[in-house]
Antibody
Framework: QVQLQESGPGLVKPSETLSLTCTVSGGSVSSGSYYWSWIRQPPGKGLEWIGYIYYSGSTNYNPSLKSRVTISVDTSKNQFSLKLSSVTAADTAVYYC???????????WGQGTSVTVSS | SYELTQPLSVSVALGQTARITCGGNNIGSKNVHWYQQKPGQAPVLVIYRDSNRPSGIPERFSGSNSGNTATLTISRAQAGDEADYYCQVWDSSTFYVFGTGTKVTVL
């Protein structure tokens, strides 16, 4: 059974780059079985999809965040990562990594990691 | 951009049926997935591709999708069903889109 675990700093300064990693266990990030996504949830608000990467390296991003987002995969470490540049307080949220099979729903999620943007 | 609209809240009496709607332009032509999220927890997939249940999800959860509205139905509601529920689709212009979310209260 595939499991996901997010890791990264819990506090980021304004204008800096937020960097998070999702470690995949019980499966391979390069298997082609899943699209690997990042989703965030600001305090008290709903879910917002940030972007995904497929094992081939192809990516798609939320148009509203596209200019600041990079998602990459490291097959040697069985991880995929998120970089969000020029952060502001509006980027404060719980960040989740998740996986969904082609044409399926996101059936595997990490536990989430809280990131606060503050000086 | 594609948008999905859900009611802010739905209340249901214990043992009765709750229906949560998800509105979007011609959503009936898309695959709709539904997630349950309890406080402090990650979302859990409860319905995928309109009406399919992942293993471990009770038969009390069902889904339908037609026209401009998709619906998640919770039959014989239990206290443990209290949660936020989100619909989600894939759209060619905005890729993955989540609905605005519905808080379900079991009375």
């Amino acid at each position: 059974q595939v499991q996901l675990q997010e890791s990264g700093p819990g506090l980021v300064k304004p204008s800096e780059t937020l960097s998070l990693t999702c470690t995949v266990s019980g499966g391979s990030v390069s298997s082609g079985s899943y699209y690997w996504s990042w989703i965030r949830q600001p305090p008290g608000k709903g879910l917002e999809w940030i972007g995904y990467i497929y094992y081939s390296g192809s990516t798609n991003y939320n148009p509203s965040l596209k200019s600041r987002v990079t998602i990459s995969v490291d097959t040697s470490k069985n991880q995929f990562s998120l970089k969000l540049s020029s952060v502001t307080a509006a980027d404060t949220a719980v960040y989740y990594c998740a996986g969904d099979p082609p044409n399926g729903g996101m059936d595997v999620w990490g536990q989430g990691t809280s990131v606060t943007v503050s000086s | 951009s594609y948008e999905l609209t859900q009611p802010l809240s739905v209340s249901v009496a214990l043992g009765q049926t709750a229906r949560i709607t998800c509105g979007g332009n011609n959503i009936g032509s898309k695959n709709v997935h539904w997630y349950q999220q309890k406080p402090g927890q990650a979302p859990v997939l409860v319905i995928y591709r309109d009406s399919n249940r992942p293993s471990g999800i009770p038969e009390r959860f069902s889904g339908s999708n037609s026209g401009n509205t998709a619906t998640l139905t919770i039959s014989r509601a239990q206290a443990g069903d209290e949660a936020d529920y989100y619909c989600q689709v894939w759209d060619s212009s905005t890729f993955y889109v989540f609905g605005t979310g519905t808080k379900v209260t079991v009375l």
